[in-house]
């Protein structure tokens, strides 16, 4: 099913909006995170999509038809919460069933069914269990299937994975994935974890303040960030900021006076500060690149395939990662450099990008396996 949201406003008082002018179209079988942090309005939008919220002003649209006077009941969605709400006095097989006992579907039918959903998630041995003898992961799995069980067009993820520890939810995120993808669910997610965000969705709308900021691709986001809110978020680790200023085609950062191409930046005539930004991957040790740093080793992080290392360069901190069998000793100065068609420039007073989007346009290639 096809959503659009056009130009809806909600207010829950006079002084200001909670969503304000949004608009977003998403097609059909896609699968969209609204990604922000708390108080951003993420949770207000999907509401109102469920019809649980009325919108002040504007117009939602499934497959063309307007929904706004819809009852939720007739919106043929399906909702997974952050609370799996499953009855405790009922098994797994009568929690997933209930939705299609309250549809008065034949009791044959709403038990194969739920028995199908059962097993699409991984649960269908389980079958006899009440909730309390079920872990969350496999509560979880309940809620998910007692969703899909109706068959529904749209499916509604409100922080579905916020009560689960880090190994579950990488098994949920995985699981949520398969099924949206076997079933071609037009999905929406709600969270403000944007590691959920980044590997689950097709494209992601970042908020703040009742806005979407950007609504891109996951790798759209992270390598080309319109916006110093956006560059900030995405990202783990997030992408280190330095205070640099622009003067004509020069970047004046730290010591350091560097020409730009104008091919790659917007920028105009006289002085501008920008915060300059440069994701940890994209910094080597050396001073190969075009953008050398040097700094004290302040932190290092084993994580394995690498070292994250934190070095404090002036009152700043910069994040890098090292190959894992380099020596870093903790008080040592060194030495790494980027290039600069790695970097991000972010207008300090607008935090508007001045990347150029034909840059990231050029270079975005499809490769099809």
């Known amino acids: 099913m ?11 008082n006079k002084k200001s909006n909670t969503i304000d002018n949004m608009s977003l179209t998403i097609e059909d079988g896609e699968f969209v995170a609204l990604l922000g942090p708390s108080g951003c309005g993420k949770s207000t939008t999907m509401l109102m999509i469920a019809g649980i919220y009325k919108p002040n002003s504007g117009e939602i649209y499934f497959d063309g038809l307007l929904v706004n006077d819809l009852e939720p009941k007739d919106r043929n969605i399906g909702m997974v919460f952050q609370s799996y709400a499953l009855y405790p006095h009922m098994t797994v ?46 509560q979880q799995r309940v809620a998910l299937a ?3 069980v109706k068959k529904p067009k749209v499916l509604l993820l409100d922080e579905p994975l916020s009560n689960l520890d880090a190994r579950l939810k990488i098994e ?19 969270t403000h974890d944007q590691e959920e965000a980044m590997t689950m969705a097709d494209r992601i709308a970042v908020m703040k303040e009742g806005k979407i900021i950007q609504y891109s691709t996951p790798m759209e986001l992270y390598n080309y960030p319109k916006d ?14 330095l205070k640099g200023k622009l003067l004509n085609n020069q970047l004046h950062l730290l010591n350091m006076t560097i020409e730009l191409d104008r091919n790659l930046f917007d920028f105009h005539g006289g002085e ?20 050398r740093i040097k700094g004290i080793v302040n932190i290092i ?6 070292q994250l290392v934190n070095l404090k360069v002036g009152n700043e901190q910069v994040r ?16 790494i450099s980027a290039n600069i068609s790695a970097i991000q420039l972010f207008d300090s007073a607008t935090g508007k990008s001045l990347k150029k989007e034909s840059v990231h346009k050029g270079q975005v290639k499809e490769l099809i396996l």
């Not at 995985?174 to 709600?190: F, H, M, N």
């Not at 501008?272 to 075009?290: A, E, F, Q, S, Y």
């Open 2 to 12: 096809k959503i659009e949201l056009k130009n809806i406003c909600k207010s829950f």
């Open 146 to 148: 007692r969703a899909i």
């Open 228 to 241: 110093y809110f956006v560059a900030q978020f995405i990202g783990t680790p997030p992408m280190n900021f």
């Open 320 to 335: 890098f990662f090292a190959e894992p069998n380099i020596i870093m000793k903790y008080g040592r100065e060194i030495e």
């Open 272 to 291: 501008t500060d920008v915060n300059v930004g440069i994701r940890p991957h994209d910094l080597k040790l050396g001073n190969k690149g075009d953008i």
């Open 172 to 190: 949920m995120r995985e699981e949520i994935s398969r099924i949206q993808k076997e079933l071609g669910i037009t999905t929406i997610l709600v």
């Open 301 to 306: 992080e084993l994580i394995g395939h690498s």
């Open 93 to 138: 097989l009568e929690n997933i069933a209930f939705p299609l006992k309250q549809q008065k579907v034949p009791k044959k039918e709403r038990i194969e069914r739920a028995k199908q959903a059962a097993e699409m998630v991984q649960m269908g041995h389980l079958l006899d269990r009440k909730p309390s003898e079920l872990s969350g992961g496999q």
